[in-house]
C-alpha cells in the first residue's frame, strides 16, 4: 500500500506499508515485506480516528496558545525557529520511519506555532478571516469524506499520479514564486498577488489539490484497515491527514483574505 499524501513520499514510507497484501499504484509488489509478523494487534478505523483527534486537539492547543502569548514584536523570530523545528521533525518522520506518538505530536505541536501566528497576522489584517477559514476546511473535509465514501471519485493509479504531478507543480511555482521575490520582484510571479487573477486560480487549485490529497488519504487509511497493517500505522495516517487539513485551511485562509477588506 502506498500513500500520496505529501508527508509520504519514496521507499521510507512504502515500507512501512508494503506487505500488508496490497501492490503500490504503478509498480510490483516488494519482493519481502517492510515489517516481520505484527506482534501487535491490525490497525482499525478507530485508531485512526482517535490518533488523527489527539493530532488534530494537538495542534489546535498550541496555535491557540501561539495567538494569545507570542507578543507581535516575537512573531517573526518565533515563527522562524518553529519553521525550522516544524521542517526536521517532518523529515524524521517522513524519511527517518519514525511514526509514533511523541514525534507525531511533537510535529503536531510545532506546527500549531507556525498555524497560530499565521491565522493570528491574517486576523488582524482580515477581521473574521480565520473563523471563516476554519468553517470552509471542515466543509471541505465533508464534502471530500462524502465523496470518497459515494466512491463519485475512485482513486486510481492514474488518478493517483495526477494528484502527485499537481502537488509538486504547485511546490515548485511556490519556491520559484519565493525566489523571484527575494531577488527584487515585489509579487514574484502573481501567484500570490490580491491584484492579480493568477493568484485567484492558484489558490483555488491549491485547495482542491489539498482535497484530492485527502482522498488519497482516506484510501490509504481504508487499504491499511483492508489489509492489517499494524497499529502503530495509525500515527502514520493522522500524520497525513492533518498535513493535508492544514494544507487546505492554509490556502482557505489566504483565498478568503483577497476577497476582504482590511481592517
Not at 525557529?81 to 505530536?105: D, Y
Request: with cysteine; proline share 4%.
Amino acid at each position: 500500500m502506498e500513500s500520496r499524501n505529501p508527508a509520504f513520499r519514496g521507499n521510507a514510507f512504502d515500507q512501512r506499508a508494503g506487505g500488508y497484501g496490497a501492490q503500490p499504484y504503478g509498480g510490483a509488489a516488494y519482493a519481502a515485506p517492510g515489517y516481520a509478523p505484527a506482534a501487535t494487534r491490525p490497525m482499525t478505523m478507530d485508531d485512526v480516528v482517535v490518533r488523527g483527534f489527539l493530532t488534530l486537539v494537538t495542534l489546535m492547543v498550541t496555535a491557540a496558545l501561539a495567538w494569545a502569548l507570542v507578543p507581535t514584536s516575537l512573531a517573526a523570530p518565533v515563527l522562524v525557529v518553529a519553521l525550522i523545528a516544524e521542517i526536521g521533525i517532518w523529515a524524521f518522520i517522513a524519511f527517518g520511519r519514525k511514526a509514533n506518538a511523541a514525534t507525531v505530536l511533537a510535529f503536531a505541536a510545532v506546527y500549531g506555532v507556525v498555524v497560530g501566528l499565521i491565522s493570528h497576522s491574517y486576523n488582524d489584517i482580515y477581521h473574521g478571516v480565520v473563523f471563516q477559514a476554519v468553517v470552509g476546511t471542515a466543509l471541505a473535509f465533508g464534502a471530500t469524506l462524502a465523496v470518497y465514501a459515494l466512491r463519485i471519485v475512485r482513486v486510481t493509479p492514474k488518478f493517483a499520479r495526477f494528484v502527485m504531478a499537481a502537488g509538486l507543480a504547485l511546490i515548485g511555482l511556490m519556491i520559484v514564486n519565493l525566489v523571484v521575490h527575494l531577488f527584487g520582484g515585489d509579487h514574484g510571479i502573481g501567484i500570490r498577488d490580491p491584484g492579480s487573477p493568477l493568484a485567484y486560480v492558484f489558490s483555488v487549485a491549491a485547495i482542491l489539490v489539498g482535497c484530492f490529497f485527502l482522498l488519497l488519504d482516506f484510501d490509504a487509511v481504508e487499504t491499511g484497515v483492508r489489509t492489517g497493517a499494524p497499529e502503530k500505522f495509525a500515527w502514520y495516517c493522522a500524520f497525513g491527514l492533518v498535513l493535508s487539513l492544514v494544507w487546505i485551511y492554509l490556502e482557505i485562509l489566504r483565498l478568503l483574505s483577497y476577497f476582504s477588506g482590511r481592517d
